[in-house]
C-alpha cells in the first residue's frame, strides 16, 4: 500500500502562483507515473499534468505555459508549480500515482486533494 500527503494548496489572487507537493509513502513496487488531477465544483476530474519516472512530461492545454510538474525520486515527491493563476483554475487538487510490480497489473493511489482557489 502507497499512502500519498498533499501540500500547498490555498487562496491566491489571479495572476497569482503556488507550489503544491506530494509525498508518496510506501514500499510495493516502484512508482511509475505521478500526476496531479483537480475537480472543479460540478465538473468531472482532469488531468493536470503527469510525469514519469524518466522525467517524461504531460500537461492539460490548459496549463501548458503556466504549470510546471517535476519530480524527486529519491524523496518520492511530486511538485506542481502553478504560475499565472486564474479564476478557473479553482478546484480540488489530486494527487496520483501509478506504482508497477514485477508480473502483477499498474495499481493507482491517490491522495486526500488539497484546495486551490483562484480570486478575481
Known amino acids: 500500500q502507497w499512502q500519498l500527503v498533499e501540500s500547498g494548496g490555498g487562496l491566491v489572487q489571479e495572476g497569482g502562483s503556488l507550489r503544491l507537493s506530494c509525498v508518496a509513502s510506501?514500499?510495493?513496487?516502484?512508482?511509475?507515473?505521478m500526476g496531479w488531477y483537480r475537480q472543479a465544483p460540478g465538473k468531472e476530474r482532469e488531468l493536470v499534468a503527469a510525469?514519469?519516472?524518466?522525467?517524461?512530461?504531460n500537461y492539460a492545454n490548459s496549463v501548458k505555459e503556466r504549470f510546471i510538474i517535476s519530480r524527486d525520486n529519491a524523496k518520492k515527491t511530486v511538485y506542481l508549480q502553478m504560475n499565472s493563476l486564474k479564476p478557473e483554475d479553482t478546484a480540488i487538487y489530486y494527487c496520483?500515482?501509478?506504482?508497477?510490480?514485477?508480473?502483477?497489473?499498474?495499481?493507482?493511489?491517490w491522495g486526500q486533494g488539497t484546495p486551490v482557489t483562484v480570486s478575481s
Open positions: 496520483k500515482i501509478v506504482t508497477m510490480v514485477p508480473f502483477d497489473r499498474p495499481y493507482d493511489y
Open positions: 510506501g514500499t510495493r513496487g516502484i512508482i511509475e507515473e
Open positions: 510525469i514519469t519516472r524518466r522525467g517524461s512530461t
